[in-house]
């Protein structure tokens, strides 16, 4: 079984700052997808960003960027220029390269100083 | 395009009863996936529909049970309600047009609350 583990229930920021969110998960596999969500209070989850594990690149997506080490089974989330609406819970997930399955941290709560 | 609607947001059961939760996915996609939120356990998978079949189930006990219908509208069951079964329940949808099963994007809807008295 996959298990995701973030160790880090709250992390606060302040407004413009930089925040970086840990995850690391545990596979015998090789090939395999990982994610990270976004629920703010309306708890509908929102897809961050998306890394394939064959895919040596870090993905980016605007101010959200990963640092994805495959070695380390270790995959973190940077929020660069971080603004009012990003806080809410932040979910790293992991899923098997031919399932849909997703397997879910924990949880960091993100909170953003004004 | 419509989002992933879940139906009710809210609702209150007692001990016992059972409870129907429907969710209608994003147009065109075929594939619904339910997980269950709580603060204790967290977000844990409970099964997953394609094409009107379960093709996924979680560690869940057979009180918990679902199913599609042929235009991929999915509705969960929960029968004989327990206090623990207090929880956010999410569904999600999914195309299957990704090259591997893991490439679709699955797209949350905003949940029901169940709380159990």
């Known amino acids: 079984a996959q298990t995701v583990t973030q160790s880090q229930p709250e992390m606060s920021v302040q407004e413009a700052e930089t925040v970086t969110l840990s995850c690391t998960y545990d596979?015998?596999?090789?090939?395999?997808?990982l994610f990270w969500y976004k629920q703010p209070p309306s708890r509908q989850m929102i897809l961050v960003i998306r890394?394939?594990?064959?895919?040596?690149q870090n993905a980016t997506e605007n101010r959200f960027s990963v640092n994805f080490q495959k070695a380390a089974k270790s995959f973190s989330l940077k929020i660069s220029d971080s603004q009012l609406g990003d806080a809410a819970m932040y979910f790293c997930?992991?899923?098997?390269?031919?399932?849909?399955?997703?397997?879910f941290g924990a949880g960091t709560t993100v909170t953003v100083r004004a | 395009k419509a989002g992933v609607t879940q139906t009710p947001r809210y609702l209150i059961k007692t001990r016992g009863q059972q409870v129907t939760l429907s969710c209608s996915p994003i147009?065109?996609?075929?594939?619904v996936s339910w997980y269950q939120q709580t603060p204790g356990q967290g977000l844990q998978f409970l099964f997953e529909?394609?094409?009107?079949?379960?093709?996924n189930k979680g560690n869940f006990p057979g009180r918990f049970s679902g199913r599609q219908f042929s235009n991929s509208r999915s509705e969960m069951n929960v029968s004989t309600l327990e206090l623990g079964d207090s929880a956010l329940y999410l569904c999600?949808?999914?195309?299957?047009?990704?090259?591997?099963?893991?490439?679709?994007?699955?797209?949350f809807g905003a949940g029901s609350r169940l709380t159990v008295l």
């Open positions: 147009s065109g996609h075929r594939s």
């Open positions: 529909y394609f094409s009107e079949t379960q093709r």
């Open positions: 596979t015998s596999e090789s090939d395999y997808y």
């Open positions: 997930a992991y899923r098997r390269f031919n399932d849909y399955k997703l397997s």
């Open positions: 890394q394939e594990a064959y895919k040596q």
């Open positions: 999600a949808s999914s195309s299957t047009s990704g090259i591997t099963l893991g490439a679709n994007v699955l797209t």
